[in-house]
């Protein structure tokens, strides 16, 4: 796998999480593709004499690999299930999570604050898909009536 960003900060949070995963040994951090040939080289040689060793255990390096592996797998696992949950459209909604996260934020700096009592009584998406041209034309309505054009403050 090749990780490539333009920010170092970037590099070092996924470099440091590869890490906190046991995962280091796979990795091979370049920054500057001059000053860290020299890091990279002396790492490649440690790996490579590690490896040489008459005095490793076969088995020991099997299983290590096979756990580093499955960890591996395990974290693919993860990003997997988060894409499918982001792509993937939910019954509420009429839409994939993702363009409802999109449409959301675009929305953000018209949503008034609410509390949580208020957000209950919202329906969801889809409903307001459904049933957004009723509420429009009842809109229409009372304000062709002089009242104000918000529905929910009417009894």
């Avoid at 041209?133 to 009842?138: A, G, R, T």
Wanted: hydrophobic residues 35%.
């Amino acid at each position: 796998m090749l990780f490539v960003c333009e920010k170092r900060a970037a590099l070092d949070v996924v470099y440091h999480r590869l890490q906190q995963q046991g995962l280091a040994d796979l990795c091979s951090y370049i920054h500057d593709s001059q000053g860290d040939k020299r890091t990279f080289i002396k790492d490649l040689k440690q790996s490579y004499e590690t490896a040489l060793k008459p005095d490793t255990d076969l088995h020991t390096i099997t299983l290590r690999r096979d756990a580093l592996l499955h960890n591996l797998r395990r974290q693919l696992q993860l990003l997997q299930e988060f894409h499918d949950t982001h792509a993937g459209e939910t019954d509420s909604a009429g839409v994939p999570v993702r363009t409802l996260i999109e449409r959301l934020l675009s929305l953000k700096p018209l949503i008034p604050a609410t509390d949580a009592e208020t957000e209950e009584l919202v329906p969801g998406y889809l409903q307001w898909i459904q049933f957004g041209n009723v509420v429009e034309q009842l809109g229409q309505a009372l304000e062709e009536t002089g009242a104000e054009p918000v529905f929910a403050s009417h009894p």
